[in-house]
C-alpha cells in the first residue's frame, strides 16, 4: 500500500452499496464520504475557492480501511462498496494532436446529426470525414511543433464548423 502522508489531501469516489456514488477522502487509512449538499460530486468540491480548507473541514462518514476498499475495487460485486474513478462531471481535456483530431471529428459528426450525406462538405469523396476537401493533408498527419493545424481548422471554419470569438 502507498505510505499516505497524513497532512496530505486524497481525494477520491467509491460506489457505496445501497447508496450510489460518493465523494471520499483518505485520511490516516480510512476512507471516509465527504459527500454534502453543497458538494454532492467531485466537480463540485473541486470548484470550491480553497479546497485543501474545505475537503479537510468535513468530518465525513467512515467507510472502512484504504485497504479494504482497494481489495474490493479489485473484483468489485454488486454491493460492496468500491472505488470509482475519480472524476464525474468535470471536463477532462486532452491536448495535442489526437485532441485536435476528435475535436474536429465531434464538430463533423455533431453537423452531419447522422447522416453521411450532410459529412461531405468536409470531405474529399472518400468518405474519409477526416480528410478536408481544401486541405491537402489528412488532419491526424499533424505533427506538433510542424505548422499546419492551423490550416485545418481554418477549412472546418470556412465551412462553418466552428466559430472562433
Not at 18 to 46: C, E, F, K, W, Y
Not at 122 to 138: E, L, V
Request: proline share 5%; glycine share 14%; aromatic share 4%.
Amino acid at each position: 500500500m502507498i505510505d499516505l502522508h497524513s497532512s496530505d489531501l486524497f481525494l477520491g469516489r467509491v460506489w457505496r452499496a445501497g447508496i450510489g456514488p460518493s465523494v471520499v477522502a483518505v485520511r490516516h487509512g480510512r476512507v471516509l464520504d465527504i459527500t454534502t449538499q453543497n458538494a454532492p460530486t467531485m466537480r463540485d468540491v473541486l470548484e470550491q475557492c480553497d479546497i485543501a480548507r474545505f475537503a479537510p473541514g468535513i468530518d465525513g462518514t467512515d467507510l472502512g480501511s484504504a485497504e479494504e476498499i482497494t481489495a474490493a475495487s479489485q473484483e468489485p460485486q454488486a454491493e460492496v462498496t468500491r472505488y470509482l474513478a475519480p472524476c464525474d462531471l468535470q471536463a477532462v481535456k486532452a491536448c495535442g494532436v489526437t485532441f485536435s483530431r476528435s475535436m474536429i471529428e465531434r464538430v463533423i459528426e455533431e453537423r452531419a446529426g447522422g447522416d453521411p450525406g450532410r459529412r461531405n462538405p468536409w470531405s474529399c469523396g472518400t468518405g474519409d470525414r477526416r480528410q478536408p476537401a481544401r486541405s491537402g493533408a489528412r488532419i491526424g498527419q499533424g505533427r506538433r511543433g510542424q505548422g499546419g493545424a492551423s490550416g485545418r481548422g481554418a477549412v472546418v471554419a470556412i465551412s462553418g464548423g466552428w466559430h472562433w470569438p
